[in-house]
């Protein structure tokens, strides 16, 4: 009878614990365990990686470099993406000395303020045999968290918008990261001998059109940068317009997203020369930069991938090929995050030729959640490099 009793104590005491597990918590863990799990294994890199059955995989664009493979859930915007920073690590520097610096020149490339970004936990984590580095942060586009996995002079990073309470999913994840007999140890390795690494003061170190980065009133002025193009070719849907959403507020305001598959080729909007070419984990995803000189610079972002051969302070032409669109980041569809930035804030782009607003007047563009904004149709002329 005692032994009878004492079990039904125990069960009791048990479902107790998990009606009363703090934020979820029980929720979480009882749920990991409900998971079918698949095995993405990379046919070029070699490495592999569980996720949930039920989740949708976004294959790299291999076309170019940097790009991600991407595990998205059926029901919300949570993903988790795997990805090759294109910025190397020397043994001479930790991965906390180097995670530092690349977060650092990442932020300054995507106008973060120091104080925009804030990392909640920091810890070290083994990976695959591996001493990793985990952070969670918070930045004014996503929560976000991150685990930075060194392999060679390679460092491979594990990104999630997931929150605290479906944390589970992504620690499961991590945790199944396996590196494979292909595996590249250097980027050379990776996309090729000709390939330069980023260097990571070109996000840091002040170029002439970023001395001020003030408030500026050119953003209200309803007229175009002059000589800049849509940076696509073909039509392509709105489907967020300059203040349409929290993400095109403040800085961002002018900003347009234009709806496109995966793939699709990015162009110059005008010619300059390349400033930032990688990943941000504040929730921009893959981003790159033109520099225009007189203080423009037009922003790409969400990428799957950039072209080969690329390097900071190259040159490039109006209208050539520069990257691949994506759905990186903190995102709820595949599009291009464009706009065209003076002094770090964006400028009116809403009447580049062929932009056509749903409204009628590009002075108020947004149309009811569900619908697109408008729509534009990029230019076929040709690039001359």
């Given amino acids: 009878m005692r032994k009878v009793k004492f079990v039904s104590m125990f069960v009791l005491l048990a479902l107790l614990l998990s009606v009363t597990a703090p934020n979820g918590a029980a929720q979480a863990n009882s749920g990991i365990g409900k998971i079918r799990w698949l095995t993405y294994t990379d046919s070029r890199y070699g490495f592999s990686i569980e996720y949930p059955a039920n989740w949708h995989v976004t294959p790299r664009d291999d076309r170019g470099v940097g790009g991600t493979v991407s595990f998205n859930s059926p029901n919300d915007p949570l993903k988790v993406e795997v990805g090759l920073y294109l910025a190397e690590r020397t043994t001479a520097t930790s991965l906390k000395e180097w995670t530092d610096q690349y977060d650092a020149a990442a932020n300054a490339a995507a106008a973060f303020e120091p104080t925009e970004i804030q990392i909640k936990l ?217 706009e065209v930035r003076l002094n770090d804030w964006s400028v009116w782009i809403r009447t580049l030729p062929t932009t056509v607003w749903d409204s009628g007047d590009p002075n108020n563009p947004c149309q009811p959640p569900g619908y697109y904004d408008g729509y534009a149709t990029g230019p076929t002329s040709p690039c001359y490099p």
């Fill in 122 to 338: 920091e810890r070290f984590v083994r990976v695959d045999g591996q001493t990793a580095l985990r952070r969670e942060g918070v930045s004014p586009l996503t929560e976000f968290k991150y685990t930075n996995v060194p392999w060679g002079k390679t460092v491979w990073f594990i990104w999630t918008n997931s929150d605290d309470a479906r944390a589970a999913t992504y620690d499961h994840m991590v945790a199944s990261f396996r590196f494979g007999k292909n595996t590249p140890a250097t980027l050379q390795e990776a996309y090729g001998s000709d390939f330069q690494p980023l260097q990571l003061d070109c996000g840091t170190k002040i170029m002439p059109e970023q001395i001020s980065r003030q408030p500026s009133d050119f953003a209200t002025l309803a007229s175009d940068p002059a000589g800049h193009r849509l940076p696509f070719i073909g039509y392509r849907p709105i489907s967020t317009g300059p203040g349409c959403y929290y993400t095109h507020q403040g800085q961002s305001y002018e900003a347009i997203d234009y709806s496109m598959p995966v793939g699709t080729p990015v162009l110059a909007s005008f010619s300059g020369w390349i400033g930032w070419h990688g990943w941000v984990s504040g929730g921009w995803g893959n981003l790159l930069t033109i520099h225009h000189g007189s203080d423009y610079v037009s922003w790409y972002a969400h990428l799957n991938s950039f072209r080969a051969n690329m390097w900071s302070g190259q040159g490039v032409s109006t209208g050539c090929l520069q990257a691949y669109s994506g759905n990186t980041g903190d995102t709820t569809g595949a599009h291009l995050h464009f």
